[in-house]
């Protein structure tokens, strides 16, 4: 069926419908491994120790963490702990923007509602754009190398920065499950806008996911569990075809541990966080033992004095 469309789309390189046959990818990481564990909603420092300690102790490396609460609630204290741990163990960090939507005067987004949500975590007006800039540049300029990103436009102008040389070349720009993108098309656009990590929606099947890998070359961020407020889906026994069909991929996992997206975390969290990442990497070893799994090496973080 609809053969046209189809014959176009390959025209084009792109996926001529979701990957059914669930092919092997060839593509990977630098180093050449096929997957990274990254731990989301890691929201203070507390909780990204627990987390790492936690792991240490089961022989299991958390490759990146996820800070969601947002750049502007953290104190500079705060922010350089974890710069601090993160040196310490070699793991790379994201922080978010904001989110700013969230904390936003947006009376359609407070409506609660379906379709009032649907703005999710994007800027409202200029001032917003530019107040998530020095948000940004606040945590550059403490060491912070990754930036978690919920807004089109704006990746689009963090990339023109980056280029210009406003911001420093090796920051490196998440872009959110948050902003509700699932298809090869989407994450092309994604791509060209300067994204250089991308995470879909969360409920995407094993032939959609392997649709997104044709459709790019950046490292897709995959959810192999998650809280009961995006659906509470755990596909533990997935990890190791997602590792498989998605290389170069990060495996996100922890977020079952808690309630919901964005809040503060605990320690006691963190550990259970943690348990979770090491039940992730020992489904892959079992069942794609073949799979490398990057180690961690993070040694420039430019943490002032």
Known sequence: MFHQTRTYLKMKELPTGDRYDLPTSEM???????????????????????IMETAEKHGVTINRIDDTFGI??????????????AKQYGCEINFSIGPRATYDTSTQRA?????????????RGMEQVIRAVEDAKRAI????????????????????????????????FKFSAHCGHGNPIAFKV????????????RDLTLPMIASLRQGVKVPLDIHIDNPKSTGGMIRTYEAPEIARIAAPV???????????HGIPTSKNEGVNMGIQAVLTVRMVRKYFPEGIQSKNGIKDLAIPK
């Not at 920065?161 to 070349?169: F, L, N």
Request: hydrophobic share 35%.
């Open 190 to 201: 994604l791509e060209q806008l300067g994204a250089d990590t991308i995470n879909p929606v």
């Open 141 to 172: 300029e403490l060491g912070i190398r990754g930036i978690l990103l919920y807004d089109e436009g704006f990746l689009w102008l963090m990339n023109e920065m980056r280029k210009d040389g406003e911001i420093p070349k090796d920051v490196r």
């Open 111 to 123: 409506a609660g509602t379906a379709e009032a949500g649907r703005i999710g975590y994007r800027l």
């Open 72 to 85: 502007m609630r953290h104190t500079d204290e705060s922010i350089l702990e974890y710069a601090s741990i």
């Open 28 to 50: 990977r990481f630098p180093d050449g491994a096929h997957y990274r564990i990254e731990v989301p909603t890691c929201n203070s420092a507390v909780t990204f120790r627990a």
């Open 250 to 260: 990060h495996l996100k996992t922890g977020n079952s541990a808690l309630t919901s």
